[in-house]
């Protein structure tokens, strides 16, 4: 696999020497489809010239937001296209909320029939407008969100029915009950199993949960801050996925924060017999 996250730079003219430095052999892009072409092109350049891919485009906007839906699917086009035009393989985003207190909350109409057709027509009409070549429009799971497991995934890949429609992996995203996060080994290997053949891009990290404190409270974590067993963890990704297959840290504030959380999955991986 190729292990990385994103780079934490204070200015542009460091980035490249902070990309080195964090050893990352794998990088969400640093730039959208707004970003001046010339820079583009830069970290384009800068990541070719240190054998480091760019494995996904992120999008991160509601497209059912009451005020700026229509924008916001636009921007979704528009980084399909950016994705696919730079032959970058993942453009993902959640799927999108009614919710009025966030763009990626929880909230009751999330699991609506009339919301999940919206979002499986909403999928259609981002790559049928775009038409893609190589680039795959994919939704990162979410804990109160479609979809919230590796069955639903399936389904709406199936119902979806689009051949670049994709799945973006967050195991953590979906370890949202006690049962998934006690049986956390049986359930990831299940998530990689079912979607592996569909999977562009993924996310790795930790999870905790206080088993004295009710009612339960499931945190994201960083790697080796949580109670998940990554060695088994990353042993299941080397396995079902191809071995250039991108695996990247998230949420993380400051580059020494990445940077530790890198040398905690690598001694892992030593420890797994993995090579990232």
């Keep these: ?85 730079l032959s970058i393989p993942c453009c993902v985003n959640i799927a999108g ?20 057709e919206r979002i499986v027509l909403m999928i259609r009409e981002i790559i049928d407008d775009v038409k893609p070549k190589t680039a795959f429009y994919c939704l990162e799971p979410m804990p109160w969100m479609i979809p919230d497991g590796p069955e639903v995934y399936l389904q709406l890949i199936r119902d979806v029915n689009r051949q670049h429609f994709a799945a973006h992996m967050d195991f953590v995203n979906m370890i949202n009950s006690p049962r998934r996060f006690l049986g956390a080994d049986k359930f990831v290997e299940e998530c990689f199993t079912s979607l592996a053949p569909y999977i562009k891009s993924t996310h790795i990290k930790d999870s905790r ?24 963890i990353l042993q299941t990704i080397d396995r079902t996925l ?35």
């Excluded at 949960?209 to 949580?226: S, V």
């Design 209 to 232: 949960m206080d088993p004295r404190r009710l009612t339960t409270m499931l945190e994201e974590c960083a790697p080796g801050e949580g109670g998940l067993d990554l060695v088994s």
């Design 1 to 85: 696999m190729r292990l990385g996250g994103t780079v934490i730079s204070p200015d542009k003219a460091s980035w490249e020497e902070h990309l080195v430095a964090s050893r990352f052999r794998a990088i969400p892009a640093p730039f959208s489809c707004d970003s001046p072409k010339d820079e583009i092109e830069r970290c384009c350049a800068i990541a070719q010239k240190h054998d480091v891919v760019i494995a996904e485009v992120g999008v991160w906007k509601n497209p059912f937001d009451a005020q700026n839906g229509a924008a916001n699917l636009n921007f979704a086009k528009r980084q399909l296209a950016l994705a696919d035009a």
């Design 242 to 276: 191809p071995k250039d297959a991108p695996v990247l840290l998230e949420h993380l504030a400051t580059f020494e924060r990445y940077s530790a959380a890198y040398e905690h999955l690598k001694k892992a991986a030593d420890k797994a017999g993995v090579s990232i």
């Design 97 to 116: 909320t009614l919710s009025p207190i966030g763009w990626d909350a929880a909230d009751k109409s999330n699991y609506s029939a009339e919301m999940y």
